[in-house]
């Protein structure tokens, strides 16, 4: 406990030394002038900053030709040896960057050959920078998703000259236009950002571009890029005000050009960089030209050898929906060769020739997991943030490890030897080294470190061990020759006491403990063993009744949970008691007769009750044709009554006599989800965004549960709003689960009836009749964006024309990069940051394809980060009374104003449903 503390200090006091990427411009802007000596602000209003206080490495002025700008002249370059040298930045989690590096050589070193260098994105080869003009600015740009609160950007691998850099930029963006499915594996490493038909040659950016993108003019021709123009290709511009809808759209003044292809055709030829590979490549077209009602303008794009994506035709009026607005077809994921020649031609029936305002061309790049051992050295580096060899920086392996550290050349690569002789260490050896699981060498030797000397079990690998000239005490662990490889061990000139143990000197090694004056030779033997064996008689004895008691609960109970390690308090009764009987006096006294309707569900009809003792209970009053027949009841009820957690109903006991099927539960005092979000009660009393975090995360839990928690597991199939149910404390809880088939063990899916409810029913298990849990995440998908959006799911009217579907509806708008579109306007109190992560993870939950989904599990994860979010922004505002109704929102229900009668469009499949819309 204290340990973490202090490393959470240490780790927050390292994080203060990062640079605060937030500044007067733009927020999440940063821009660093690598070598300069000042601040300063230039004309475009980007305040540069000196990266002099962050990195080693020499400065150079140079002086280039027509280059005027501050951060141009200067560099800051690196030794041209094996090591490499990273800046650290500060970004937000779960947010979107731009990251841009450029190089101008003016020829800093005078040297013979130009440059040759590696980039890298922490773990991950970004780019080989290859100058081949002194005088011409490289560059190269990322788009990503930040993983975590750091990103480090390194250059390495210098096979020719010496690596330099002359500037480093940092552009958050707001909005989610790159968002994709593949960025949480893959970054998009930026390949092209054409501005058709552009005024003047230098490129539209900061402040035209808010996120300061450099659109390149298409009249700057390089060798083979833009080039094989069609001939009849002609550059138009006005300067009427054109509708890009979003910020993170093209900036107006780039889709206020673009070129024409007055004979019926543009073509183009361009060299992609990176390519080949798969690509994000969207067009974004308006329509500039004022034309006549008799005029049309469609065209293709052709791209030779790939016919198929030629079929569409762009007709920019229709789609955009007028002139002056944007429009932009592209593809989320198309394989691209590195040269590419593509061409728009117009179609047979249209008047005009084609138009062309940009186009923006990524490459999909694969994000490198980075060594095994990263988070375990974290420990130790942040331990010693002050000493310079703990601050290189990046992975700890790749792509080329620190200089203290050796790596083997795994796939996923791990360290092998550390050596920190004579570096000053002090305190304890750093637990995390005895973690690194490959480790063969260790040499800590020449430093000042004290305490005793740990047990290195952890590294079975290790070889030599150089721990001399310390001033570690107490004894020589017998653990070390436990170590079935160790050949050398070197403890000498420490002040180490006890005696050798007799292990260590059987043992086939090179041992030098010379210079310890109360360590003596000589193994204490007898009464220290007898310790020995008592212990692992004892913990022999303790792993016969563990084993015996898993197999006696897995003999008594089937549903047996899988994981109650990792859920220990959620977990009650272990399953082991038989389901209570109720008697049919006992149910008719309790409910007063069936008084007091409080809901109804596809499996019957649900009353308040109270028992004898005051327990309140709802009782489910099952319709007559839910159970094919007895057994099938009991095995039912048999199932319920194994099932235990805190964020699923409580199942009490059942009752079957006189024909009746009767379920008991425990009674929700506060009723259904649905109720809260559309019902009677919204307007007065509406629940906050954190609010509806935490019942999301409540239900996933439960949802997950059955899922992982059960063998075999549990699909609940009819997820929806009116299916959560609220406690008196307002936490979340699932019903109704368990009433539908069991998933079978070891299959991925069951083939059964149809049965979901529409609006929650997962398109692809309707036409494959195939169930699997993520049929379920499905559902839980539609339920987030009704939480978001306050909207039921399913609406003939609150989703315009054509539309009766929220995630049609949700999807259209969250793509677009328009969320406040679709957020409930009765939410004030709430961060985007926390509104897009539950938008983003909802669309993904509701992708067509159920293996494109994610587990609830990572539901759960992305949920819990957005409450992290939400707590973090209240507590910034602490003491506002906003925070205290947020916490302790409790709702008094008036349980007779509830009427939960039969609106729910249950449904129990038959020929006659329409098709589930996804889009
Ligand atoms: C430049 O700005 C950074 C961050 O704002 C600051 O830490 C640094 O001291 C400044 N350097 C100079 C030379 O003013
Ligand atoms: C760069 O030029 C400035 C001013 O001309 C000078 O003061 C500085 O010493 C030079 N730096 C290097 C590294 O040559
Ligand atoms: C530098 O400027 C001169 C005159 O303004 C121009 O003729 C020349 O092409 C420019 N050179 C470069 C490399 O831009
Ligand atoms: C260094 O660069 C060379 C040539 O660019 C390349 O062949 C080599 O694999 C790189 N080495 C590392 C460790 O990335
Ligand atoms: C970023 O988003 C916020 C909230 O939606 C908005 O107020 C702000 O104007 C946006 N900034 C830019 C540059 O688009
Ligand atoms: C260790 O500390 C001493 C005294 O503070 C200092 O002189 C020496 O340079 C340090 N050595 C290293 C490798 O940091
Ligand atoms: C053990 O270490 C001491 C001090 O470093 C050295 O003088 C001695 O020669 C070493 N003994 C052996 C057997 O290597």
């Known amino acids: 406990m204290g340990t973490l503390r202090v490393l959470f200090l240490l780790l927050s006091l390292s994080l203060l030394l990062v640079i605060n990427v937030t500044t007067a411009q733009m927020p999440g802007f940063l821009s660093l002038d690598c070598g300069g000596n000042n601040n300063f602000t230039d004309e475009l209003g980007l305040e540069w900053t000196s990266d002099n206080q962050m990195i080693r490495g020499e400065t150079a002025n140079i002086s280039v030709a027509n280059e005027t700008r501050m951060q141009y002249t200067m560099v800051r370059y690196f030794p041209a040896d094996n090591n490499k040298y990273c800046y650290t930045l500060g970004v937000i989690s779960r947010t979107r960057y731009l990251v841009r590096a450029t190089f101008l050589y003016g ?161 183009y030829r361009l060299n992609l960089d990176g390519f080949p590979g798969f690509g994000w490549a969207f067009s974004y077209f308006a329509e500039i030209e004022d034309l006549s009602s008799s005029d049309t303008r469609k065209f293709r794009f052709v791209l030779p050898g790939s016919p198929e994506l030629s079929k569409a035709v762009v007709n920019i009026q229709e789609n955009a929906q007028g002139n002056y607005r944007l429009y932009e077809p592209g593809f989320n994921n198309i394989s691209l060769p590195f040269v590419l020649s593509f061409r728009f031609g117009k179609t047979s029936d249209s008047t005009m020739g084609p138009l062309l305002n940009a186009m923006e061309i990524n490459k999909y790049l694969r994000r490198s997991d980075g060594s095994v051992d990263g ?192 859920l220990p308090s959620s977990f009650d009764g272990a399953g082991t008691e038989a389901a209570h009987c109720f008697t049919l006096s006992e149910l008719e006294e309790a409910t007063n007769n069936f008084e007091r309707k409080v809901g109804s569900g596809g499996f019957g009809v649900v009353y308040y009750g109270k028992l004898k003792d005051g327990k309140e209970i709802a009782v489910k009053l099952l319709t007559n044709d839910s159970f094919q027949g007895k057994r099938e009841f009991s095995n039912e009820v048999a199932l319920l009554s194994r099932i235990h957690h805190r964020n699923l109903v409580h199942f009490l006991g059942y009752c079957q006599e006189d024909g009746k099927d009767i379920l008991v539960y425990e009674f929700m005092h506060n009723g259904t989800l649905k109720e809260h979000l559309y019902g009677p009660l919204t307007r007065e009393r ?37 299916n959560i149910l609220l406690d008196k404390n307002m936490r979340a809880k699932v019903s109704d689960f368990g009433l539908s088939k069991l998933a079978l063990d070891g299959a991925s899916h069951v083939s059964s009836i149809v049965r979901g409810t529409v609006g929650y029913l997962d398109p692809e298990y309707y036409i494959s009749q195939q169930l699997t849990d993520k049929s379920d995440v499905y559902s839980f998908g539609v339920i987030l964006l009704e939480l978001i959006s306050g909207q039921e799911a399913i609406s003939n009217v609150n989703f315009g024309v054509n539309c009766r579907n929220i995630v049609q509806w949700a999807k259209l708008h969250i793509e677009s990069g328009d969320i406040q579109g679709i957020i409930d306007p009765t939410l004030h109190e709430y961060d985007i940051q926390s509104m897009w992560k539950i938008a983003e993870k909802a669309i993904m939950c509701v992708q067509p394809h159920g293996s494109m989904r994610p587990s609830m599990c990572e539901v759960i994860k992305e949920i819990q980060d957005a409450i992290a979010i939400e707590r973090g922004a209240a507590a910034n505002k602490q003491g506002s009374s906003d925070e205290i109704s947020r916490h302790s929102a409790h709702f008094s229900l008036n349980m007779a104003s509830l009427d939960l009668s039969a609106s729910e469009h249950y449904l129990s499949i038959d020929d006659s449903i329409t098709q589930p819309a996804a889009r």
């Open 107 to 267: 020829d800093f070193d005078n040297n013979e050959v130009y440059p040759k260098f590696d980039i890298s994105f922490g773990p991950t080869h970004w780019a080989t920078i290859v100058i081949s003009d002194a005088n011409t600015i490289e560059s190269q740009e990322l788009i990503f998703l930040a993983m975590g609160p750091t990103i480090s950007i390194c250059l390495s691998n210098a096979t020719t000259g010496q690596p330099f850099i002359s500037t480093l930029e940092l552009r958050q963006f707001n909005d989610s236009v790159y968002m994709n499915q593949f960025e949480n594996e893959f970054f998009l490493s930026v390949s092209a950002r054409i501005n058709f038909g552009a005024e003047s040659n230098t490129p539209v950016r900061y402040p035209d571009d808010p996120f300061d993108r450099l659109w390149e003019s298409d009249s700057v021709k390089k060798a083979n890029y833009l080039v094989d123009v069609a001939p009849g290709t002609e550059r138009i511009s006005t300067d009427k005000p054109i509708d890009v809808s979003s910020n993170e759209r093209p900036p107006q003044k780039v889709m206020q050009t673009a070129v024409v292809g007055r004979n019926g055709s543009l073509t």
């Open 686 to 722: 509406g629940i906050s965004w954190i609010k509806r975090l935490e019942i999301a995360d409540d239900a996933a839990k439960g949802i997950e549960y059955l899922h992982t928690g059960c063998v075999p597991s549990i699909i609940h199939r009819d997820l929806k709003t009116s």
């Open 375 to 566: 988070p375990l050295i974290a420990a130790v580096t942040s331990a010693y943030s002050w000493a310079g060899w703990a601050k290189e920086g990046g992975d700890p392996c790749l792509p080329v490890p620190w200089s203290w550290v050796q790596c083997n050349s795994d796939p996923q690569p791990s360290i092998v030897s550390i050596k920190l002789s004579g570096k000053n260490l002090t305190g304890e050896i750093p637990s995390a080294l005895t973690k690194l699981n490959s480790l063969v060498e260790l040499w800590l030797d020449e430093n000042s470190l004290s305490g005793s000397i740990p047990d290195f079990s952890g590294c079975p690998n290790l070889k030599k061990i150089h721990l001399e000239n310390n001033q570690l005490t107490g004894e020589l662990p017998s653990s070390l020759a436990n170590l079935p490889n160790l050949k050398e061990l070197y403890v000498q000139n420490n002040v180490l006491s006890g005696r050798v143990p007799s292990g260590l000197l059987d043992k086939d090694l090179i041992l030098n403990y010379t210079g310890n004056i109360n360590l003596q030779k000589g193994g204490s033997r007898g009464h220290r063993k007898k310790i020995i064996i008592g212990s692992s008689v004892g913990a022999a004895v303790l792993l016969i009744v563990t084993i015996t008691s898993c197999i006696l609960l897995r003999k008594g109970n089937k549903y047996r949970p899988k994981r109650d390690k990792h």
